[in-house]
């Protein structure tokens, strides 16, 4: 009994000492960008993650495509999901963040893991796993994104199984197909 009121005295003690967070606000606004980045992007809505992105933010993308600035992105951002020709046909996103965000002054790091749901317009259907990294800024009081940056796993992921699939699917037509024409030549052959 003894060691558990120690115990309990120690933890109580302990936790009456600890250091609050200083950036437990800057930790919710950040947060807050997060959420609403996430929300806008669900919804298909580039002004409304525009407005987290700085006006010379930099966007690297999973396609290893760069944009610079509202201009580019909102380009980049049209051609893959809104104009005709457009890549994508369905966009869904859930993102989290991986740790507590590392600050540096009025600059932020911030990463985590997403999981996206892509349906192409050429029908192909996939769940992608990735990670994101951002350098966020406070610039007169409001965090904004000046980089922001996608990756995937380039060894292991939905579009590089698919292609492996398909190369055994096209291994194995192209053996029973040869079987086949191997059968028929040598038919053909034994009748001469």
Same mark, same amino acid.
């Given at each position: 009994?003894?060691?558990?009121?120690?115990?309990?005295?120690?933890?109580?003690?302990?936790?009456?000492?600890?250091?609050?967070?200083?950036?437990?606000?800057?930790?919710?606004?950040?947060?807050?960008?997060?959420?609403?980045?996430?929300?806008?992007?669900?919804?298909?809505?580039?002004?409304?993650?525009?407005?987290?992105?700085?006006?010379?933010?930099?966007?690297?993308?999973?396609?290893?495509?760069?944009?610079?600035?509202?201009?580019?992105?909102?380009? +980049?951002?049209?051609?893959?999901?809104?104009?005709?020709?457009?890549?994508?046909? %369905?966009?869904? =996103?859930? #993102?989290?963040? /991986? *740790?507590?965000?590392?600050?540096?002054?009025?600059?932020?790091?911030? +990463?985590?893991?997403?999981?996206?749901?892509?349906?192409?317009?050429?029908?192909? %259907?996939?769940? =992608?796993? #990735?990670?994101? /990294? *951002?350098?966020?800024?406070?610039?007169?009081?409001?965090?904004?994104?000046?980089?922001?940056?996608?990756?995937?796993?380039?060894?292991?992921?939905?579009?590089?199984?698919?292609?492996?699939?398909?190369?055994?699917?096209?291994?194995?037509?192209?053996?029973?197909?040869?079987?086949?024409?191997?059968?028929?030549?040598?038919?053909?052959?034994?009748?001469?």
């Amino acid at each position: 009994m003894k060691k558990l009121i120690a115990m309990l005295l120690i933890v109580f003690v302990s936790n009456a000492y600890a250091k609050p967070d200083p950036h437990s606000a800057d930790r919710e606004s950040l947060r807050a960008v997060l959420d609403d980045m996430v929300k806008a992007l669900n919804e298909h809505d580039f002004d409304g993650a525009a407005k987290h992105l700085h006006e010379q933010g930099v966007i690297t993308y999973y396609n290893a495509e760069v944009t610079v600035g509202h201009e580019q992105s909102r380009e +980049y951002f049209n051609r893959m999901l809104k104009e005709s020709k457009a890549i994508v046909k %369905e966009y869904r =996103l859930k #993102g989290d963040v /991986s *740790a507590p965000a590392i600050f540096h002054g009025n600059t932020a790091i911030a +990463y985590g893991v997403t999981e996206e749901y892509f349906k192409l317009t050429e029908g192909l %259907e996939f769940t =992608l796993t #990735g990670h994101w /990294s *951002a350098t966020i800024q406070r610039l007169d009081g409001t965090w904004k994104i000046t980089n922001l940056h996608f990756s995937a796993n380039l060894f292991d992921n939905p579009l590089l199984n698919a292609a492996t699939q398909l190369q055994w699917i096209i291994g194995a037509i192209a053996f029973f197909v040869g079987l086949i024409l191997m059968f028929i030549i040598m038919k053909i052959s034994r009748k001469k």
